[in-house]
Nanobody, 126 residues
Framework: QVQLVESGGGLVQAGGSLRLSCAGS????????MGWFRQAPGKEREQVAG????????YVSDSVKGRFTISRDNAKNTVYLQMISLKPEDTAVYYC???????????????????WGQGTQVTVSA
């Protein structure tokens, strides 16, 4: 069956860095646009980054622009989220998601993602 498994979360001090990974299995990974989302307690899930199937079309939300970078390695069936200059407000559970049908774009309506990972906790202390 299809699995998306996130890793790399943890506890870090403000100003620190983390790199999240999301490994896919059971799917033709290179055919899927990928997204990173996060959800903090009491808040809605928000998309922080997205990448097209070939890695060319990329989105990063304004809230993390200049600090987060999304990339993918289709040979390894993995998408990454490099996070630097972390802030306490970045504390959340981070999820990756996969979607077909995006063409050459990063954009996929949230409800159209086919698969989701289980999430990885990122905690940034002040």
């Amino acid at each position: 069956q299809v699995q998306l498994v996130e890793s790399g979360g943890g506890l870090v001090q403000a100003g620190g860095s983390l790199r999240l990974s999301c490994a896919g299995s059971g799917l033709a990974f290179s055919n899927y646009a990928m997204g990173w989302f996060r959800q903090a307690p009491g808040k809605e899930r928000e998309q922080v980054a997205g990448v097209s199937t070939n890695g060319v079309s990329i989105y990063v939300s304004d809230s993390v622009k200049g600090r987060f970078t999304i990339s993918r390695d289709n040979a390894k069936n993995t998408v990454y989220l490099q996070m630097i200059s972390l802030k306490p407000e970045d504390t959340a559970v981070y999820y990756c998601a996969a979607a077909t049908g995006a063409g050459g774009s990063w954009y996929v309506p949230r409800g159209k993602y086919d698969y989701w990972g289980q999430g990885t906790q990122v905690t940034v202390s002040a």
